[in-house]
Protein backbone atom coordinates (compact mmCIF):
# COMPACT_ATOMS: atom_id res chain seq x y z
CA UNK A 1 0.00 0.00 0.00
CA UNK A 2 2.93 2.60 0.71
CA UNK A 3 4.04 1.50 -2.87
CA UNK A 4 0.95 2.59 -4.29
CA UNK A 5 0.71 6.08 -2.38
CA UNK A 6 3.96 6.53 -3.38
CA UNK A 7 3.68 5.88 -7.46
CA UNK A 8 -0.10 7.86 -6.98
CA UNK A 9 1.20 11.00 -5.17
CA UNK A 10 4.11 11.08 -8.31
CA UNK A 11 2.64 13.63 -10.70
CA UNK A 12 4.20 12.15 -13.96
CA UNK A 13 3.48 8.39 -12.96
CA UNK A 14 -0.52 10.11 -12.86
CA UNK A 15 -0.21 11.98 -15.50
CA UNK A 16 0.85 9.23 -17.99
CA UNK A 17 -2.18 6.67 -16.81
CA UNK A 18 -4.86 6.53 -19.73
CA UNK A 19 -8.15 8.79 -19.45
CA UNK A 20 -10.43 7.47 -17.00
CA UNK A 21 -8.62 4.51 -15.46
CA UNK A 22 -9.01 6.09 -12.09
CA UNK A 23 -12.85 5.99 -12.39
CA UNK A 24 -12.41 2.84 -13.98
CA UNK A 25 -10.72 1.65 -10.06
CA UNK A 26 -13.92 2.94 -8.39
CA UNK A 27 -16.26 1.62 -10.43
CA UNK A 28 -17.62 -1.57 -8.39
CA UNK A 29 -18.10 -5.09 -9.55
CA UNK A 30 -21.78 -5.62 -11.13
CA UNK A 31 -23.60 -8.40 -9.31
CA UNK A 32 -24.01 -11.15 -10.59
CA UNK A 33 -20.71 -11.32 -12.50
CA UNK A 34 -17.64 -12.91 -11.81
CA UNK A 35 -13.75 -11.69 -12.25
CA UNK A 36 -13.17 -13.64 -15.37
CA UNK A 37 -15.73 -11.56 -17.48
CA UNK A 38 -15.39 -11.94 -20.99
CA UNK A 39 -15.26 -8.86 -21.23
CA UNK A 40 -12.16 -6.86 -21.55
CA UNK A 41 -11.35 -3.36 -19.31
CA UNK A 42 -10.43 -1.38 -22.64
CA UNK A 43 -14.18 -2.77 -23.66
CA UNK A 44 -15.02 -1.16 -20.34
CA UNK A 45 -13.65 2.02 -20.83
CA UNK A 46 -15.13 2.39 -23.93
CA UNK A 47 -18.83 2.65 -22.73
CA UNK A 48 -19.13 5.59 -20.81
CA UNK A 49 -20.84 4.91 -17.44
CA UNK A 50 -24.65 5.92 -17.06
CA UNK A 51 -26.29 8.14 -14.36
CA UNK A 52 -27.56 5.70 -12.33
CA UNK A 53 -24.60 3.71 -12.46
CA UNK A 54 -22.85 6.14 -11.00
CA UNK A 55 -25.84 6.72 -7.90
CA UNK A 56 -25.48 2.93 -7.48
CA UNK A 57 -21.58 3.26 -7.35
CA UNK A 58 -21.80 6.17 -4.75
CA UNK A 59 -24.27 4.34 -2.78
CA UNK A 60 -22.03 1.58 -1.24
CA UNK A 61 -18.97 3.69 -0.90
CA UNK A 62 -20.57 6.03 1.23
CA UNK A 63 -23.08 3.59 3.15
CA UNK A 64 -21.60 2.23 6.38
CA UNK A 65 -20.49 -0.99 6.11
CA UNK A 66 -20.05 -3.91 8.84
CA UNK A 67 -17.17 -6.31 9.68
CA UNK A 68 -14.41 -6.45 8.40
CA UNK A 69 -14.74 -7.70 5.15
CA UNK A 70 -16.96 -3.78 4.45
CA UNK A 71 -13.29 -2.09 5.88
CA UNK A 72 -11.72 -4.34 3.37
CA UNK A 73 -13.35 -2.85 0.55
CA UNK A 74 -14.63 1.28 1.76
CA UNK A 75 -11.07 1.57 2.85
CA UNK A 76 -9.41 1.23 -1.08
CA UNK A 77 -12.41 3.12 -2.81
CA UNK A 78 -11.76 5.96 -0.41
CA UNK A 79 -8.01 5.75 -0.74
CA UNK A 80 -8.73 5.82 -4.44
CA UNK A 81 -11.09 8.47 -4.31
CA UNK A 82 -9.27 10.64 -2.64
CA UNK A 83 -6.18 10.41 -5.14
CA UNK A 84 -8.33 10.51 -8.07
CA UNK A 85 -9.63 13.70 -7.22
CA UNK A 86 -6.15 14.74 -6.86
CA UNK A 87 -5.62 13.70 -10.52
CA UNK A 88 -8.56 15.96 -11.26
CA UNK A 89 -7.21 18.51 -9.94
CA UNK A 90 -3.99 18.29 -11.66
CA UNK A 91 -5.14 17.73 -14.89
CA UNK A 92 -7.26 20.52 -14.59
CA UNK A 93 -4.19 22.96 -13.72
CA UNK A 94 -2.08 21.34 -16.86
CA UNK A 95 -4.99 22.18 -18.93
CA UNK A 96 -5.11 25.99 -17.37
CA UNK A 97 -1.05 26.30 -18.02
CA UNK A 98 -1.49 24.77 -21.66
CA UNK A 99 -4.72 27.31 -21.96
CA UNK A 100 -2.59 30.27 -20.91
CA UNK A 101 0.67 29.80 -22.68
CA UNK A 102 -1.44 29.34 -26.38
CA UNK A 103 -2.98 32.59 -25.49
CA UNK A 104 0.00 34.13 -24.60
CA UNK A 105 2.08 32.76 -28.28
CA UNK A 106 -1.37 33.66 -30.22
CA UNK A 107 -0.74 37.70 -28.69
CA UNK A 108 2.70 37.35 -29.14
CA UNK A 109 2.02 36.96 -32.69
CA UNK A 110 -0.35 39.32 -33.18
CA UNK A 111 1.93 42.14 -31.95
CA UNK A 112 -0.18 43.30 -29.39
CA UNK A 113 2.13 43.46 -25.74
CA UNK A 114 1.50 41.12 -22.72
CA UNK A 115 3.07 41.76 -19.52
CA UNK A 116 4.47 38.37 -18.58
CA UNK A 117 5.54 37.63 -22.70
CA UNK A 118 8.92 38.04 -23.85
CA UNK A 119 9.45 40.01 -27.72
CA UNK A 120 10.21 37.65 -30.40
CA UNK A 121 13.39 36.83 -31.26
CA UNK A 122 14.08 38.47 -34.90
CA UNK A 123 14.59 35.98 -38.08
CA UNK A 124 18.07 35.74 -38.46
CA UNK A 125 17.94 34.78 -42.48
CA UNK A 126 21.10 33.27 -44.48
CA UNK A 127 22.50 36.07 -46.98
CA UNK A 128 22.31 35.56 -50.51
CA UNK A 129 25.80 34.81 -52.21
CA UNK A 130 26.32 36.76 -55.28
CA UNK A 131 29.80 35.18 -57.69
CA UNK A 132 31.18 37.97 -59.67
CA UNK A 133 33.89 37.14 -61.78
CA UNK A 134 35.87 39.64 -62.69
CA UNK A 135 39.64 41.05 -61.85
CA UNK A 136 40.77 42.60 -58.77
CA UNK A 137 40.84 46.45 -60.12
CA UNK A 138 37.07 47.12 -59.46
CA UNK A 139 36.25 46.06 -55.95
CA UNK A 140 31.76 44.87 -56.30
CA UNK A 141 31.67 44.59 -52.77
CA UNK A 142 31.60 48.00 -52.18
CA UNK A 143 28.70 48.44 -55.00
CA UNK A 144 26.29 45.83 -52.69
CA UNK A 145 27.36 47.05 -49.25
CA UNK A 146 24.54 47.69 -46.92
CA UNK A 147 21.90 46.50 -49.91
CA UNK A 148 19.01 43.94 -49.41
CA UNK A 149 17.33 41.31 -51.67
CA UNK A 150 13.32 42.92 -50.49
CA UNK A 151 14.72 44.36 -47.52
CA UNK A 152 15.46 40.97 -45.72
CA UNK A 153 18.15 39.27 -47.23
CA UNK A 154 21.28 40.39 -47.29
CA UNK A 155 24.20 40.06 -50.55
CA UNK A 156 27.67 38.32 -49.49
CA UNK A 157 29.79 39.20 -52.44
CA UNK A 158 31.84 36.33 -53.35
CA UNK A 159 35.08 37.87 -55.86
CA UNK A 160 37.28 35.89 -58.32
CA UNK A 161 38.87 35.47 -61.98
CA UNK A 162 38.32 32.43 -63.67
CA UNK A 163 41.54 31.54 -63.31
CA UNK A 164 41.08 31.33 -59.34
CA UNK A 165 37.81 29.42 -59.64
CA UNK A 166 37.37 25.80 -59.73
CA UNK A 167 33.92 24.09 -59.66
CA UNK A 168 31.88 21.18 -58.91
CA UNK A 169 27.70 20.86 -59.70
CA UNK A 170 25.44 18.05 -58.79
CA UNK A 171 21.84 17.51 -59.79
CA UNK A 172 20.39 17.85 -56.68
CA UNK A 173 22.88 19.65 -54.66
CA UNK A 174 23.39 22.40 -56.90
CA UNK A 175 26.72 24.37 -57.91
CA UNK A 176 29.47 24.18 -54.96
CA UNK A 177 32.61 26.42 -56.14
CA UNK A 178 35.95 26.36 -54.73
CA UNK A 179 37.82 29.41 -54.77
CA UNK A 180 41.88 30.43 -54.09
CA UNK A 181 42.34 34.74 -54.31
CA UNK A 182 45.18 36.18 -53.42
CA UNK A 183 44.41 39.49 -51.52
CA UNK A 184 47.37 41.53 -50.12
CA UNK A 185 50.00 38.63 -50.04
CA UNK A 186 47.29 36.25 -48.12
CA UNK A 187 46.08 33.20 -49.73
CA UNK A 188 42.57 33.17 -49.43
CA UNK A 189 40.32 29.60 -49.55
CA UNK A 190 36.70 29.63 -49.74
CA UNK A 191 34.03 26.95 -50.71
CA UNK A 192 30.46 28.11 -50.73
CA UNK A 193 27.29 27.68 -52.97
CA UNK A 194 26.21 30.69 -54.84
CA UNK A 195 22.92 31.22 -55.84
CA UNK A 196 23.62 34.23 -58.45
CA UNK A 197 26.97 35.29 -61.18
CA UNK A 198 27.94 37.86 -62.46
CA UNK A 199 30.04 37.15 -64.92
CA UNK A 200 32.60 40.55 -66.21
CA UNK A 201 35.33 38.46 -67.77
CA UNK A 202 36.11 36.56 -71.64
CA UNK A 203 35.22 33.16 -70.68
CA UNK A 204 36.96 31.86 -74.14
CA UNK A 205 40.59 33.07 -75.60
CA UNK A 206 42.64 31.35 -77.62
CA UNK A 207 45.53 32.32 -75.36
CA UNK A 208 47.11 29.28 -73.85
CA UNK A 209 45.24 28.57 -70.46
CA UNK A 210 42.43 30.89 -70.90
CA UNK A 211 39.78 28.83 -72.04
CA UNK A 212 36.93 28.52 -69.02
CA UNK A 213 34.35 27.32 -71.37
CA UNK A 214 34.11 24.32 -68.74
CA UNK A 215 33.18 26.48 -65.95
CA UNK A 216 30.37 27.68 -67.24
CA UNK A 217 28.97 24.42 -68.43
CA UNK A 218 29.13 23.99 -65.17
CA UNK A 219 27.60 26.73 -63.51
CA UNK A 220 25.01 25.77 -66.17
CA UNK A 221 24.66 22.38 -64.95
CA UNK A 222 24.30 23.38 -61.31
CA UNK A 223 21.38 25.94 -62.38
CA UNK A 224 23.13 28.97 -61.08
CA UNK A 225 20.95 31.88 -62.46
CA UNK A 226 23.36 34.97 -63.72
CA UNK A 227 23.22 38.00 -65.91
CA UNK A 228 23.70 37.66 -68.70
CA UNK A 229 22.57 34.18 -68.94
CA UNK A 230 25.08 31.34 -68.73
CA UNK A 231 23.28 30.15 -72.50
CA UNK A 232 24.19 33.36 -73.86
CA UNK A 233 27.90 33.61 -72.70
CA UNK A 234 28.54 30.33 -73.55
CA UNK A 235 27.43 31.54 -77.59
CA UNK A 236 29.50 34.29 -77.50
CA UNK A 237 32.66 32.17 -76.82
CA UNK A 238 32.40 32.45 -80.84
CA UNK A 239 32.43 35.56 -82.77
CA UNK A 240 31.51 33.85 -85.59
CA UNK A 241 28.61 32.17 -84.01
CA UNK A 242 27.35 35.59 -82.71
CA UNK A 243 27.95 37.41 -86.22
CA UNK A 244 25.47 34.48 -87.98
CA UNK A 245 23.04 36.08 -85.61
CA UNK A 246 23.56 39.71 -86.80
CA UNK A 247 23.35 38.04 -90.43
CA UNK A 248 19.66 37.61 -89.49
CA UNK A 249 18.71 40.61 -88.08
CA UNK A 250 20.18 42.22 -91.65
CA UNK A 251 18.37 39.88 -93.68
CA UNK A 252 15.18 40.56 -91.36
CA UNK A 253 15.24 44.63 -91.06
CA UNK A 254 17.58 45.42 -94.18
CA UNK A 255 20.43 47.09 -94.95
CA UNK A 256 19.13 50.34 -94.23
CA UNK A 257 18.43 50.00 -91.04
CA UNK A 258 21.02 47.06 -90.02
CA UNK A 259 24.28 48.33 -91.51
CA UNK A 260 26.22 44.96 -91.40
CA UNK A 261 29.68 44.89 -92.95
CA UNK A 262 30.18 42.09 -95.36
CA UNK A 263 32.12 38.87 -93.37
CA UNK A 264 33.59 35.71 -95.12
CA UNK A 265 34.26 33.27 -93.17
CA UNK A 266 36.71 29.62 -93.46
CA UNK A 267 36.36 26.50 -91.52
CA UNK A 268 40.56 26.60 -91.93
CA UNK A 269 42.93 28.09 -94.33
CA UNK A 270 42.63 25.26 -96.79
CA UNK A 271 39.76 27.51 -98.54
CA UNK A 272 41.51 30.89 -98.37
CA UNK A 273 42.82 31.13 -102.15
CA UNK A 274 41.38 34.79 -102.37
CA UNK A 275 39.55 37.39 -102.11
CA UNK A 276 37.59 39.56 -104.49
CA UNK A 277 38.98 42.74 -102.76
CA UNK A 278 41.88 44.46 -101.58
CA UNK A 279 42.33 45.23 -98.65
CA UNK A 280 41.07 42.99 -96.04
CA UNK A 281 40.94 42.62 -92.58
CA UNK A 282 41.63 38.94 -91.35
CA UNK A 283 40.45 37.86 -88.00
CA UNK A 284 42.25 34.52 -86.73
CA UNK A 285 39.98 33.10 -84.69
CA UNK A 286 38.18 33.89 -81.26
CA UNK A 287 40.17 37.04 -80.06
CA UNK A 288 39.63 40.55 -78.17
CA UNK A 289 41.00 43.96 -78.01
CA UNK A 290 42.14 43.97 -81.21
CA UNK A 291 44.42 40.46 -81.03
CA UNK A 292 44.14 38.56 -84.65
CA UNK A 293 43.46 40.91 -86.76
CA UNK A 294 45.55 41.73 -89.39
CA UNK A 295 44.87 44.53 -92.58
CA UNK A 296 46.32 42.59 -95.68
CA UNK A 297 47.19 44.90 -98.74
CA UNK A 298 47.63 42.59 -101.65
CA UNK A 299 47.23 38.61 -102.29
CA UNK A 300 50.60 37.98 -101.80
CA UNK A 301 50.15 39.20 -98.34
CA UNK A 302 46.96 37.24 -97.99
CA UNK A 303 48.90 34.32 -98.92
CA UNK A 304 51.21 34.65 -96.01
CA UNK A 305 48.37 35.36 -93.58
CA UNK A 306 46.76 31.72 -94.77
CA UNK A 307 50.07 30.17 -94.07
CA UNK A 308 49.92 31.38 -90.08
CA UNK A 309 45.72 30.26 -90.19
CA UNK A 310 47.35 27.33 -90.69
CA UNK A 311 49.74 26.46 -88.17
CA UNK A 312 47.29 28.10 -85.78
CA UNK A 313 44.89 25.46 -86.75
CA UNK A 314 41.89 27.65 -85.77
CA UNK A 315 38.90 29.49 -88.20
CA UNK A 316 39.35 32.48 -90.08
CA UNK A 317 36.96 35.39 -91.46
CA UNK A 318 37.86 38.19 -93.99
CA UNK A 319 36.06 41.60 -93.74
CA UNK A 320 36.39 44.63 -96.29
CA UNK A 321 38.55 47.23 -94.91
CA UNK A 322 36.91 50.13 -93.96
CA UNK A 323 38.31 53.40 -93.86
CA UNK A 324 36.90 55.04 -90.90
CA UNK A 325 36.04 58.97 -89.62
CA UNK A 326 35.73 57.44 -86.32
CA UNK A 327 34.08 54.27 -84.50
CA UNK A 328 30.67 54.44 -82.84
CA UNK A 329 29.65 52.34 -79.77
CA UNK A 330 26.23 51.66 -78.12
CA UNK A 331 26.08 50.45 -74.90
CA UNK A 332 22.64 49.32 -73.40
CA UNK A 333 22.91 48.47 -69.79
CA UNK A 334 18.72 47.42 -68.54
CA UNK A 335 17.19 49.83 -69.62
CA UNK A 336 19.88 52.81 -69.41
CA UNK A 337 21.41 53.59 -73.04
CA UNK A 338 24.92 55.36 -73.66
CA UNK A 339 27.07 56.17 -77.45
CA UNK A 340 30.59 56.90 -77.85
CA UNK A 341 32.73 58.28 -80.38
CA UNK A 342 36.64 57.18 -80.57
CA UNK A 343 38.88 58.95 -83.18
CA UNK A 344 42.33 57.68 -83.66
CA UNK A 345 44.68 60.24 -83.87
CA UNK A 346 47.85 58.16 -83.64
CA UNK A 347 47.11 57.30 -87.89
CA UNK A 348 47.06 53.25 -86.85
CA UNK A 349 43.87 51.72 -88.95
CA UNK A 350 42.92 49.83 -85.56
CA UNK A 351 41.03 52.94 -83.81
CA UNK A 352 41.54 51.15 -80.26
CA UNK A 353 45.04 51.24 -80.59
CA UNK A 354 47.39 53.85 -79.96
CA UNK A 355 46.17 57.61 -78.89
CA UNK A 356 43.21 58.15 -79.30
CA UNK A 357 39.93 60.73 -78.29
CA UNK A 358 36.42 59.68 -76.41
CA UNK A 359 33.51 61.44 -77.01
CA UNK A 360 30.11 61.22 -75.91
CA UNK A 361 27.50 61.98 -78.44
CA UNK A 362 23.83 61.64 -78.70
CA UNK A 363 21.57 58.42 -78.49
CA UNK A 364 19.77 58.44 -81.71
CA UNK A 365 16.40 56.24 -82.96
CA UNK A 366 18.98 54.39 -85.55
CA UNK A 367 21.49 53.55 -82.78
CA UNK A 368 18.71 52.01 -80.08
CA UNK A 369 16.95 49.97 -82.93
CA UNK A 370 20.72 48.37 -83.47
CA UNK A 371 21.26 47.65 -79.77
CA UNK A 372 18.13 47.08 -79.36
CA UNK A 373 18.02 44.37 -82.38
CA UNK A 374 20.86 42.65 -80.63
CA UNK A 375 20.17 42.39 -77.15
CA UNK A 376 16.97 39.71 -78.18
CA UNK A 377 19.99 37.33 -78.92
CA UNK A 378 20.23 34.13 -77.36
CA UNK A 379 16.85 34.48 -75.46
CA UNK A 380 18.03 38.10 -74.47
CA UNK A 381 20.64 39.92 -73.15
CA UNK A 382 20.71 42.16 -70.12
CA UNK A 383 24.25 44.13 -70.78
CA UNK A 384 25.53 44.42 -74.58
CA UNK A 385 27.29 46.98 -76.67
CA UNK A 386 27.07 47.65 -80.38
CA UNK A 387 30.19 48.55 -82.24
CA UNK A 388 30.12 49.89 -85.50
CA UNK A 389 32.72 52.27 -87.70
CA UNK A 390 31.15 55.46 -89.59
CA UNK A 391 33.44 55.49 -92.74
CA UNK A 392 34.64 58.37 -94.68
CA UNK A 393 32.30 57.58 -97.43
CA UNK A 394 29.65 58.34 -94.85
CA UNK A 395 28.17 55.22 -94.57
CA UNK A 396 27.89 53.16 -91.21
CA UNK A 397 28.48 49.14 -90.64
CA UNK A 398 28.41 47.44 -87.89
CA UNK A 399 31.02 44.85 -87.26
CA UNK A 400 30.71 43.25 -83.58
CA UNK A 401 28.39 42.53 -80.69
CA UNK A 402 29.53 42.34 -77.39
CA UNK A 403 27.92 40.87 -73.75
CA UNK A 404 28.12 41.56 -70.36
CA UNK A 405 32.01 41.35 -70.25
CA UNK A 406 32.51 44.67 -72.35
CA UNK A 407 35.00 46.96 -71.37
CA UNK A 408 33.15 50.17 -69.28
CA UNK A 409 34.09 53.38 -70.87
CA UNK A 410 34.01 57.29 -70.03
CA UNK A 411 33.61 59.15 -66.83
CA UNK A 412 30.26 57.60 -66.28
CA UNK A 413 32.06 54.20 -65.65
CA UNK A 414 30.86 54.77 -62.07
CA UNK A 415 27.17 55.01 -63.05
CA UNK A 416 27.45 52.17 -65.20
CA UNK A 417 28.53 49.99 -62.28
CA UNK A 418 25.87 51.40 -60.41
CA UNK A 419 23.13 50.76 -62.81
CA UNK A 420 24.97 47.17 -63.17
CA UNK A 421 24.44 46.43 -59.47
CA UNK A 422 20.69 47.70 -59.25
CA UNK A 423 19.80 45.50 -62.23
CA UNK A 424 21.46 42.35 -60.79
CA UNK A 425 19.04 43.44 -57.13
CA UNK A 426 16.94 43.32 -59.43
CA UNK A 427 16.80 40.39 -61.19
CA UNK A 428 17.76 38.14 -58.09
CA UNK A 429 15.45 39.17 -56.04
CA UNK A 430 12.90 37.90 -58.78
CA UNK A 431 14.51 34.79 -59.62
CA UNK A 432 15.23 33.57 -56.01
CA UNK A 433 12.61 35.15 -54.02
CA UNK A 434 9.94 35.30 -57.00
CA UNK A 435 9.61 39.34 -56.61
CA UNK A 436 9.14 40.88 -58.99
CA UNK A 437 10.29 44.96 -59.57
CA UNK A 438 8.78 47.43 -61.33
CA UNK A 439 10.48 48.77 -64.48
CA UNK A 440 10.34 52.19 -65.52
CA UNK A 441 7.86 52.56 -68.43
CA UNK A 442 10.17 54.48 -70.32
CA UNK A 443 14.20 54.37 -71.01
CA UNK A 444 16.50 56.46 -69.71
CA UNK A 445 18.82 57.82 -72.18
CA UNK A 446 22.26 59.91 -71.07
CA UNK A 447 22.67 62.30 -73.08
CA UNK A 448 26.18 64.43 -73.54
CA UNK A 449 26.38 67.41 -71.97
CA UNK A 450 27.96 70.74 -73.48
CA UNK A 451 31.76 71.01 -73.62
CA UNK A 452 32.77 72.57 -70.75
CA UNK A 453 29.98 72.88 -68.23
CA UNK A 454 29.79 69.74 -66.72
CA UNK A 455 26.86 71.11 -64.63
CA UNK A 456 24.35 71.97 -67.37
CA UNK A 457 22.19 69.67 -69.38
CA UNK A 458 21.53 70.08 -72.84
CA UNK A 459 18.13 71.57 -73.76
CA UNK A 460 15.98 70.36 -76.16
CA UNK A 461 16.21 73.56 -78.35
CA UNK A 462 19.83 73.28 -78.16
CA UNK A 463 19.78 69.68 -79.71
CA UNK A 464 18.10 70.37 -82.45
CA UNK A 465 20.30 72.80 -83.63
CA UNK A 466 21.86 70.21 -84.90
CA UNK A 467 25.34 70.73 -82.29
CA UNK A 468 27.16 67.32 -81.75
CA UNK A 469 27.19 68.08 -77.61
CA UNK A 470 30.45 66.31 -76.97
CA UNK A 471 33.77 66.70 -75.01
CA UNK A 472 37.00 65.26 -75.64
CA UNK A 473 39.22 63.52 -73.79
CA UNK A 474 42.65 62.10 -75.54
CA UNK A 475 44.04 59.06 -74.52
CA UNK A 476 47.18 57.30 -75.27
CA UNK A 477 47.36 54.18 -73.46
CA UNK A 478 47.26 51.30 -76.17
CA UNK A 479 46.38 48.08 -74.37
CA UNK A 480 42.93 49.89 -73.18
CA UNK A 481 40.05 49.82 -76.00
CA UNK A 482 38.70 53.10 -74.56
CA UNK A 483 39.41 55.65 -72.01
CA UNK A 484 37.03 58.34 -69.63
CA UNK A 485 35.10 60.52 -72.07
CA UNK A 486 32.69 63.04 -70.73
CA UNK A 487 30.32 63.20 -67.87
CA UNK A 488 26.79 63.14 -69.87
CA UNK A 489 23.09 63.82 -68.13
CA UNK A 490 19.89 63.34 -69.45
CA UNK A 491 17.91 65.29 -72.27
CA UNK A 492 14.84 65.68 -73.89
CA UNK A 493 13.29 63.43 -76.08
CA UNK A 494 14.66 66.04 -78.66
CA UNK A 495 17.78 65.19 -78.14
CA UNK A 496 17.57 61.71 -79.37
CA UNK A 497 17.01 63.15 -83.13
CA UNK A 498 20.20 65.07 -83.08
CA UNK A 499 22.71 63.56 -85.94
CA UNK A 500 26.43 63.32 -84.26
CA UNK A 501 27.33 63.10 -87.87
CA UNK A 502 29.28 66.37 -88.48
CA UNK A 503 32.15 67.95 -90.11
CA UNK A 504 34.74 69.04 -87.58
CA UNK A 505 34.00 72.77 -89.35
CA UNK A 506 30.56 72.68 -88.02
CA UNK A 507 31.34 71.11 -84.52
CA UNK A 508 34.01 74.44 -83.97
CA UNK A 509 31.51 76.69 -84.85
CA UNK A 510 29.08 75.18 -82.99
CA UNK A 511 30.70 74.57 -79.79
CA UNK A 512 32.36 78.37 -80.15
CA UNK A 513 28.41 79.41 -80.16
CA UNK A 514 27.06 77.68 -77.53
CA UNK A 515 29.82 78.22 -75.18
CA UNK A 516 29.00 81.94 -75.24
CA UNK A 517 25.64 81.48 -74.46
CA UNK A 518 26.34 79.06 -71.76
CA UNK A 519 28.18 82.01 -69.94
CA UNK A 520 27.07 83.92 -67.41
CA UNK A 521 30.29 86.36 -67.12
CA UNK A 522 32.96 87.65 -69.56
CA UNK A 523 36.04 86.01 -67.73
CA UNK A 524 34.08 82.63 -67.92
CA UNK A 525 32.83 83.31 -71.43
CA UNK A 526 36.67 83.78 -72.64
CA UNK A 527 37.88 80.57 -70.54
CA UNK A 528 35.30 77.76 -72.27
CA UNK A 529 35.91 79.97 -75.55
CA UNK A 530 39.71 78.84 -75.28
CA UNK A 531 39.02 75.67 -73.59
CA UNK A 532 36.03 74.77 -76.61
CA UNK A 533 38.71 76.04 -79.39
CA UNK A 534 41.77 73.69 -78.79
CA UNK A 535 39.45 70.96 -78.38
CA UNK A 536 37.81 71.87 -81.53
CA UNK A 537 41.51 72.04 -83.16
CA UNK A 538 43.26 69.25 -81.84
CA UNK A 539 40.10 66.98 -83.73
CA UNK A 540 40.63 69.38 -86.91
CA UNK A 541 44.20 67.96 -87.06
CA UNK A 542 43.71 64.75 -85.82
CA UNK A 543 42.89 63.75 -89.98
Not at 227 to 250: E, R, T
Not at 267 to 292: D, S
Not at 295 to 303: A, G, P, T
Request: net charge positive; with cysteine; charged share 20%.
Amino acid sequence: MNYLRRRLSDSSFVANLPNGYMMDLQRPTPPGSSTSSPASPATERRQPPSIPSQTQASGPTSGPTSGSASGSISGPGSFLSSFSSVVKSAQMAQNVAAAAHAKSAATAAEGAPTGNSQPPKPVIRKPKILLVIDDQHTDWAKYFRGKKLNGEYEIRVEQAEFSEINLASYVNSGCMVDMQVNKGGTKVVRSFKPDFVLIRQHAYSMVPGEDFRNLVIGLHFGDVPSINSLFSIYNFCSKPWVFSQMIKLYHSLGPEKFPLNEQTFYPNHTQMVTTPTYPVVVKMGHAHAGMGKIKVENQQDFQDITSVVALAGTYATTEPYVQSKYDIRIQKIGNNYKAYMRTSISGNWKANTGSAMLEQIAMTDRYRLWVDSCAEMFGGLDICAVKAVHGKDGNDYIIEVMDSSMPLIGEHVEEDRQLITELIINKMAQVLLGVSTPQPSSVKTTQPRRGGHRSASASPSQSAQGSPQRARSATTSPSQAFQPGPIPASSGPGAQKQSPQLNKSQSLTNTFTETLRGTVTDDEAKAETIRSLRQSFASLFSD
